[in-house]
Antibody
């Protein structure tokens, strides 16, 4: 059974950094593209970042480019999102998600439980 | 960026009703359109991928159609567990934009 278990998140001051983790089980991370999607309180879904297998190619929303970094540790079957220079508008529930294919152009067929990131002083 | 316009933003319907939600892309995205269901406090779940393919385990009352710029999700006979928020998403090009969402409520 495919499972994605998320860790990290919490309350952080503006300008601070945080790293989210997403531990995958039931499949090999290196075989599928992976993504992060966020949802601000009471709002819709926003795609944040995607990564092809082996971290060969990464993609970012303009709103996070240069501040967020997506990566994997294949030895731990874990996906990460390093978030730097956080802003109030980054406050959201962050979901990791598995793509159905090696390409990032598939659907998001499995999701983590979500983790809340609150950026506030 | 590819704009996705989803409508309606909310919808009231009764158990047994047939409902349709639509998404329009700002340019042709072939069939790179996916539909998700999100219940309150839960992660989204994929229902339809590649515009019209039913995800494994999803009831057959859900169906998707369309290609190019115009797409729709239809629920043929609403069940109590279908009251949720629905999102479309284009996976043709980054940024992989989502529609604004349709909140389906009980009438």
């Amino acid at each position: 059974e495919v499972q994605l278990l998320q860790y990290g998140g919490g309350l952080i001051q503006p300008g601070g950094s945080l790293r989210l983790s997403c531990v995958a089980s039931g499949f090999t991370l290196n075989s599928y593209a992976m993504s992060w999607v966020r949802q601000a309180p009471g709002k819709g879904l926003e795609w944040v970042s995607s990564l092809r297998p082996s971290g060969s190619t990464t993609y970012y929303a303009d709103s996070v480019k240069g501040r967020f970094t997506i990566s994997t540790d294949n030895s731990k079957n874990t996906l990460f999102l390093q978030m730097n220079n956080l802003r109030a508008e980054d406050t959201a529930i962050y979901y990791c998600a598995k793509t159905s294919t090696r390409s990032t152009g598939g659907c998001l067929d499995s999701w983590g439980q979500g983790t809340l990131v609150t950026v506030s002083s | 960026d590819i704009q996705i316009t989803q409508s309606p933003s909310s919808l009231s319907a009764s158990v047994g009703d047939r409902v349709t939600i639509t998404c329009r892309a700002g340019q042709s995205i072939s069939n790179y359109l996916n539909w998700y269901q999100q219940k309150q406090g839960k992660a989204p779940k994929v229902l339809i991928y590649a515009a019209s393919s039913l995800q494994s385990g999803v009831p057959s009352r859900f169906s998707g159609s369309g290609s190019g710029t115009d797409f729709s999700l239809t629920i043929s006979s609403l069940q109590p567990e279908d009251f949720a928020t629905y999102y479309c998403q284009q996976s043709y090009n980054t940024p992989y934009t989502f529609g604004q969402g349709t909140k389906l409520e009980i009438k």
